[in-house]
């Protein structure tokens, strides 16, 4: 299989989850052997960072890369949809820290990539080889990553929060399987109880139940649903019957699962391209996602 990149520029803009700033964003072709880049345009033609798990910097409810004084903040979905796409160099362009929250989701690139499909390039795909199989863990929450050498990547999930409304809810993708409509479409997700301290702390300035499922694991009271309604700008919502927020409805029963598939994909990217492995994950988080991503490449095969 030769590599790809895309067939032209596709710009997106809109405001970051965290950082709550406003970005514009253009994701461009890049040439054989680029992989993806990030160019911060708005620091100049030098501050790049390329999407490689050393440059991790920070994974606090979202994975930043970091190199010199370029950043880019929540880079996991939009390498989780060029990844389930099968984009192999790509040039980001980004004016601000942090990517575009957009939906939620992966499904705006995917569907304006999809759209032109994407352009061959005459290089053969370099697909990573392990040399032994790489295990993290993490002994505090229970999560682990288990990463065994096979013939071709698949990812297996299983997403448990001890959740009553969540369940546990397990999850599959491998390159060939239907990405855009499986995977892409399926929004970040917080829990209620979260939502409201971190709200009042200004942590997610970017926030907005638009481009987040609000999962209501405990009661909630009618304060507190006012003062959620009132930091977000939003007319008075309730809990439904099966334990969400009201304003929108789940694409599918376990949307939160396959979201954290997509960010599994995507922070996994991190390991400098696709690599012949299965990826078994319990728990999984941004946390062990990255440290993974950094095993994988300190066990990768020495190229020839």
Known sequence: MNQNTLQKEYTFEGIGLHTGKYAHLTLCPAPENTGIRFLRTDLGDGAAVEALAENVTNTARSTTISAGAAKAVTVEHLLSALTGLGVDNALVRLDNDEVPILDGSARRYTEAILADGLRPQAAERRYL????????RDEQSGAWIRITPADKPSFALTTDFNSRVLGIQQTRWEPGDNYAAQIAPCRTFVFFHDLLPL?????IQGGDVDNAIVVAEHPVSDADMEEVCRLLG????????????????????DECGRHKLLDLIGDLRLAGGWVNAAVSAYKSGHTINTNAAKALRAALKPTK
């Open 234 to 253: 939003k007319p008075l919502m309730k809990v439904s019957r099966e334990g969400y927020l009201n304003n929108l409805e789940l694409h599918f029963p």
């Open 199 to 203: 709200a009042r702390l200004g942590l």
């Open 129 to 136: 080889e392990l040399e032994r199989e790489v295990e993290v």
